[in-house]
């Protein structure tokens, strides 16, 4: 079997990490016993390029258990868990092409591999693997049935391939279940943002400015734990909507120019290119500290940063790099920029991974069994899936709800019972 891998001497530590995630992971623990008798993806070939963590472990074996051939690469550079790559290849011979730390020629590389194994089913986390298929690799487009996208900068790369008309199958926007963006999003970013900055800084959060880029699920996340640590958070926002959300939510709303000398750690997670751009970073005070938690590293503009910078950043710690600036700022770079949960933390916990995972699980089925009917479109996963996640979710979690009466089904379907 073929695999790049940091080490396979790895593997025991890895399991064990598995394991633990698993525990978390009710809902998609149940699926595997279920795909291990109903074999779903018998002769399907899984090719996936996703975070390789302890949680997507759990799906690839999940997969595995219903019968999939499943071959796995890194969604980006700095996510991957060489344990758990080291697991899955030496206990489970799912062949990962993942190191971390990996240049971006091994990282497009890596994911050539994944193609070269021939998938049936994509399982996408930021579009990559299906737009690398789409451009050079267009000899595997003929035996894919279709594929799932896990992220948000995901689905709009793809629903602006539909829209162009060059989309060859059709995609499941895992993303926009509400039993995903609603819960990893939001809760998910939210922890493992502050988490990841954390662990890269040690700094005390209480008392501290934040400013975080956006009002999306994920940045309404980031500044809600950021304000249960004691941040004093300052929002950012394009859009009048979510802007006074976060106005109402209680935060400061303005424009990043003017957050720029007041922000102590600047956190981004819109999706969008340099909303820290060198003008706002010419404007920061000493020792501020630059985050990045959207899918790419565009957020921050990092050649702009190098080019203000008298001499290459100093490491000062594992996932700090300290710029310093020709009037002696010293302006500090988190994860290199890329997504400060995954590169200095270890990605969102497993409990909320486990509904996204339901998800792409499920989605997956969905393709394999409508693959006669569904088109080359970005398609939503089917509120039936939504709503059976959440109920088995409660469920793991002892909580149990009320059902509506006869007398309260009469009345919601009803239009004259009025005052
Ligand atoms: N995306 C964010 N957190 C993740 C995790 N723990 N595993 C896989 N993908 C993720």
């Given at each position: 079997m073929e695999f790049d891998i940091k080490n396979v001497k790895l593997a025991p530590g890895g399991r064990h990490r598995m394991e633990w995630a698993g525990n978390e992971m009710a809902v998609l623990q149940g699926l595997k016993e279920k795909f291990g008798t109903e074999r779903?993806?018998?002769?399907?070939?899984?090719?996936?390029?996703?975070?390789?963590?302890?949680?997507?472990?759990?799906?690839?074996?999940?997969?595995?258990?219903?019968?999939?051939?499943?071959?796995?690469s890194a969604s980006n550079p700095l996510s991957t868990q060489d344990d758990i790559a080291a697991a899955l290849v030496s206990y489970y011979e799912i062949p990962v092409y993942a190191l971390k730390g990996e240049d971006m020629d091994t990282y497009h590389r890596h994911?050539?591999?994944?193609?070269?194994?021939?998938?049936?089913?994509?399982?996408?986390?930021?579009?990559?693997?299906?737009s690398t298929l789409h451009s050079s690799r267009r000899d595997v487009l003929p035996g894919v049935i279709g594929g799932?996208?896990?992220?948000?900068?995901?689905?709009?790369?793809?629903?602006?391939?539909?829209?162009?008309?060059?989309?060859?199958?059709?995609?499941?926007?895992?993303?926009?279940?509400?039993?995903?963006h609603l819960f990893d999003n939001r809760y998910g970013t939210g922890q493992s943002t502050m988490d990841g900055i954390l662990r890269a800084t040690n700094v005390l959060i209480a008392g501290r400015v934040i400013v975080v880029g956006g009002y999306g699920w994920c940045s309404r996340g980031i500044?809600?734990?950021?304000?249960?640590?004691?941040?004093?958070?300052?929002?950012?926002?394009?859009?009048?909507?979510?802007?006074?959300?976060?106005?109402?939510?209680?935060?400061?709303?303005?424009?990043?120019?003017?957050?720029?000398?007041?922000?102590?750690?600047?956190v981004s997670a819109t999706g969008d290119m340099h909303v820290l751009d060198g003008h706002h970073i010419a404007a920061m005070k000493d020792g501020a500290m630059l985050a990045n938690s959207g899918h790419?590293?565009?957020?921050?503009?990092?050649?702009?940063?190098?080019?203000?910078?008298?001499?290459?950043?100093?490491?000062?710690?594992?996932?700090?790099?300290?710029?310093?600036?020709e009037d002696g700022r010293r302006i500090n770079l988190l994860g290199e920029g890329r997504l400060i949960n995954l590169a200095a933390a270890e990605g969102h916990p497993a409990a909320v991974m486990d509904m996204s995972f339901a998800g792409q699980a499920m989605a997956a089925r969905y393709l394999v069994e409508n693959k006669e009917t569904l088109t080359n479109k970005v398609h939503s996963v089917p509120a039936v899936i939504d709503e059976e996640i959440a109920a088995i979710k409660l469920a793991s979690m002892g909580i149990s709800i009320d059902t509506l009466t006869d007398e309260q089904v009469n009345y919601l379907n009803s239009w004259d019972m009025g005052s």
């Open positions: 779903p993806f018998a002769g399907i070939r899984v090719g996936a390029t996703m975070h390789v963590t302890s949680e997507t472990a759990n799906l690839m074996v999940a997969l595995q258990a219903g019968g999939a051939d499943v071959v796995l994911i050539n591999a994944v193609l070269d194994h021939k998938p049936h089913i994509i399982m996408d986390d930021g579009a990559d693997l299906v799932t996208e896990e992220t948000t900068t995901g689905i709009v790369r793809l629903k602006a391939m539909a829209k162009d008309g060059a989309l060859e199958f059709p995609m499941m926007a895992v993303n926009d279940a509400m039993t995903k500044a809600m734990r950021a304000k249960g640590l004691g941040a004093n958070v300052i929002v950012t926002e394009i859009d009048p909507l979510k802007a006074l959300e976060a106005v109402m939510d209680g935060f400061r709303v303005m424009p990043m120019m003017e957050a720029a000398p007041q922000g102590d750690i600047f790419f590293d565009i957020e921050i503009n990092k050649i702009a940063l190098q080019d203000m910078a008298v001499s290459e950043p100093k490491r000062v710690r594992e996932f700090v790099e300290q710029f310093t600036m």
